[in-house]
């Protein structure tokens, strides 16, 4: 016997084993569209050119060592992530009643609100999640403890967009005081966000039940290729109730192994601001001890320079607009060859993905037959298509759904 002999062994986790199929497959028209990370018109990942130069900046700044952060992480950093996500003329920050601490990227926001709330609302709270939702959601909250982890309607497959009424019942049939993740825009898996008429219903029925909005807000300025148009959804509830918003810049930046992130709080008062800060810092402090510097001085660099910001936007341009172009091709594309079915989702969706609608036998044929490497739900990245591949995409996908 061993002390691991209860261990069994866990499954891969889905998208980092599809990424390792796409690198081990030699075929010469592989696409990889599982992952949701950028890629250039050559397949290839980028630094953003406004990165590069604040890399220089402190690359070259003697002053800066490599001493640990305090625990709650870079001051001028996370104080720059609260005002980019409440805007800059932000009540909850003007009034000191709005806080952020420094987090292992989006992922590690999202569990340090979760570790937050298991701890200072229980683990009996019920947990609302979007249906679908990113992988991870689930697993954090259950790690984190909760017992009743639940799904509220979200994606109508008929429409291929949002199921507001459906929404609406079930925030409405779960206990007051529940917990609900938001995605602050660019939904991660169906690209279908609620317009801010249907943010203000949400709004509505959330604050008449007393639930919690936990935004997870991980494409501000990848989505539309506007930081504040971007944030409408969060800046509007922070006008009306207390929140959190887990903050990645692993996409807009282009940082993703620097692991660079915030949870911003929104409350009532300065004082319980600091409450929620300290324990916060505290939780932190036995997860991680104190977070990664690199990224944070980045993201602090650009966002605190009025030339680099402007630079930075441009770049977000660049990016969502390479997307946008993608989605117009791709949709061109299945027009020509007379695709059977509607398309117009791939248009309407926003961020990151494509919810096509295929099924797991499609998509799994994506990849045996045309060695299209995608997740089994229909997701596709739109970065992993390019001006090369997207007339091989279309193709396949023509061929897949006849
Ligand atoms: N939330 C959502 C919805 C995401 O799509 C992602 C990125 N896949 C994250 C959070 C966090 O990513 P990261 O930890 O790399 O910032």
């Known amino acids: 016997t061993t002390h691991f002999d209860a261990v069994p062994l866990a499954p891969p986790d889905v998208i980092f084993h599809l990424t390792a199929s796409y690198k081990a497959d030699t075929h010469a028209q592989k696409v990889n569209v599982g992952v949701g990370a950028y890629r250039d018109d050559n397949g290839h990942p980028w630094v953003l050119p406004v990165v590069r130069k604040a ?14 952060l305090p625990i709650e992480g870079l001051a001028s950093f996370t104080s720059a992530a609260s005002r980019l996500i409440l805007g800059k003329d932000s009540p909850a920050l003007n009034e000191n009643r709005a806080i952020a601490v420094q987090t292992i990227s989006g992922t590690g926001a999202v569990r340090l609100g979760a570790d937050f709330l298991a701890r200072f609302r229980g683990t009996q709270t019920k947990v609302l999640l979007s249906n679908p939702t990113w992988a991870n959601h689930k697993a954090i909250f259950n790690d984190a403890g909760f017992k009743d ?5 979200y994606y109508h497959p008929a429409t291929r967009g949002l199921d507001l009424e459906g929404m609406l019942r079930d925030l409405r049939a779960a206990p007051e005081g529940s917990i609900v993740v938001l995605h602050a825009c660019a939904h991660n898996p169906t690209g279908v966000d609620p317009t801010p008429a249907q943010w203000n219903t949400i709004a509505d029925v959330m604050i008449a039940k007393k639930h919690f909005a936990f935004f997870d807000c991980a494409y501000q300025g990848f989505a539309s290729g506007d930081l504040d148009r971007d944030a409408t959804a969060v800046r509007y509830f922070a006008t009306r109730t207390e929140l ?3 903050q990645s810049f692993a996409k807009n930046f282009g940082l993703y192994n620097e692991r660079t992130g915030a949870l ?4 009532k008062s300065p004082e319980t601001a600091q409450a929620v800060k300290s324990q916060l810092a505290k939780l932190s402090r036995a997860a991680i001890s104190n977070p990664p510097a690199f990224g944070a001085r980045i993201v602090s660099t650009v966002l605190n320079d009025a030339a680099l910001y402007a630079e930075w936007v441009e770049n977000l341009k660049t990016m969502s607009g390479r997307i946008q172009l993608m989605r117009t091709k791709l949709f061109d594309a299945l027009q020509k060859l007379g695709t059977p079915g509607s398309w117009q989702h791939i248009l309407d969706q926003i961020g990151m993905f494509t919810f096509t609608g295929l099924n797991a036998a499609q998509s799994q044929a994506m990849g045996t037959k045309f060695h299209i490497y995608m997740t089994n739900n229909g997701r596709i990245s739109m970065a992993g298509l390019t001006s090369s591949n997207v007339e091989y995409f279309a193709k396949s996908l023509d061929w897949i759904v006849r």
Request: proline share 0%; glycine share 0%.
């Open 264 to 267: 911003t709080v929104v409350t």
């Open 244 to 246: 959190f918003v887990a």
């Open 149 to 153: 982890v639940a799904d509220y309607a």
């Open 55 to 68: 890399e220089q900046l402190i690359v070259n700044n003697h002053a800066l060592d490599h001493e640990y």
